[in-house]
């Protein structure tokens, strides 16, 4: 399907690798793959106590926090990172050892992981009022309504679609601008996953 609405409350409810908590799998590619073969998966997952990530190699890794106050993460060289809801984005190998310990309570978090040498990605947030353009460049494409009012997105086609919190649009193979429009003040995260070429 070249567009596809993803909502948690839908979402296909699996273990993590580790076995130490739950995930959402919102998308999977290609389709029916496990979590040792898969070209990229975009997941939400519910972090309810402290603990090691799952480890994933030759994995690419972006992390997002959409709720809680805070997931604090130990990298693998000594550093420290903090992550908010609608804030900053980690983005780390799937190699690295890292542990994640709450700032005070649950969260919940996006993930997006890709095969490296394969496929790349980016992901970023976006504070919306009012319209917006954004370029889409990719092979596959992202928008998630992560906070705040409703996100109507027309597509390069015409379509419309509307976003509320705790949806998203997959975009596959639909390149082009998309307009995008919030009566009150909204956060998404926006994606942008793109396939390598060979050599690269």
Not at 62 to 80: E, F, K, P, T
Request: include cysteine; proline fraction near 4%.
């Amino acid at each position: 399907m070249p567009c596809t609405l993803l909502d948690l409350a839908t979402a296909r409810v699996m273990p993590w690798k580790n076995g130490g908590g739950e995930t959402l799998e919102l998308a999977i590619a290609p389709a029916g793959a496990g979590l040792e073969d898969f070209a990229w998966r975009i997941s939400s997952a519910r972090v309810g106590a402290a603990g090691p990530f799952s480890t994933f190699a030759g994995v690419d890794r972006s992390l997002a926090l959409l709720s809680g106050a805070g997931l604090r993460l130990q990298r693998g060289d000594g550093g420290v990172e903090e992550l908010h809801a609608g804030g900053a984005v980690a983005a780390f190998a799937g190699e690295e050892a890292i542990t994640a310990e709450l700032v005070d309570g649950p969260v919940g978090d996006l993930n997006l992981m890709t095969r490296r040498g394969a496929w790349r990605h980016r992901l970023a947030p976006l504070r919306l009022h009012g319209r917006q353009d954004v370029e889409n460049d990719a092979e596959v494409m992202l928008l998630w309504c992560q906070a705040g009012a409703s996100i109507e997105c027309r597509l390069a086609n015409g379509e419309k679609r509307l976003l509320e919190i705790g949806q998203g649009l997959l975009l596959e193979s639909l390149p082009g601008p998309l307009a995008l429009h919030a009566q009150q003040p909204a956060l998404l995260y926006l994606a942008w996953l793109w396939r390598e070429t060979n050599g690269s």
